[in-house]
């Protein structure tokens, strides 16, 4: 098996990178060893302060699920993402189709409140998800 990490671009990695560590119950990597914060570590190193949000990661607190990166870069999103990322969050095809509903509806709207935005929703026979933006509008989808 080859491991592999998810690159996000975009404008704020802190902000993005906050968001997804709260809707895939990630959290922030740790600085360095050595170094109690990120700021400590990056003033250590000469980085000026106004580059310190260049870059931001988030790590599975179990060590199953990739490393997401997020770093800055200066043009916008233009189109539709040619990769998202699904969010498996309704229990999978042995819940019922209306549990499932239920439960991916109640994730989308928590998400709402974390920034994110609804699309829309789409059911394919017994399949069911949400098509859903980040902060940054980068698509994925909630199922």
Not at 3 to 16: M, R
Not at 117 to 122: A, I, L, Y
Not at 132 to 140: A, H, L, R, S, V
């Amino acid at each position: 098996m080859t491991s592999i990490q998810v690159t996000f671009d975009c404008a704020n990695p802190e902000l993005l990178g906050e968001f997804w560590a709260r809707a895939l119950g990630y959290r922030a990597q740790d600085p360095p060893e050595g170094f109690a914060t990120w700021e400590e570590f990056l003033t250590s190193i000469g980085l000026p302060e106004d580059q310190w949000n260049s870059a931001y990661a988030i790590l599975d607190p179990d060590g199953v699920g990739p490393r997401l990166y997020f770093q800055k870069v200066p043009e916008g999103k233009v189109s539709k993402n040619r990769v998202h990322l699904d969010v498996n969050v309704g229990g999978g095809r042995g819940t019922p189709l209306e549990k499932r509903q239920r439960t991916v509806d109640a994730e989308a709207e928590r998400l709402i409140g974390e920034g994110a935005t609804r699309v829309r929703p789409h059911q394919d026979g017994e399949e069911y998800w949400v098509v859903m933006q980040d902060p940054e509008g980068n698509e994925f989808c909630l199922q």
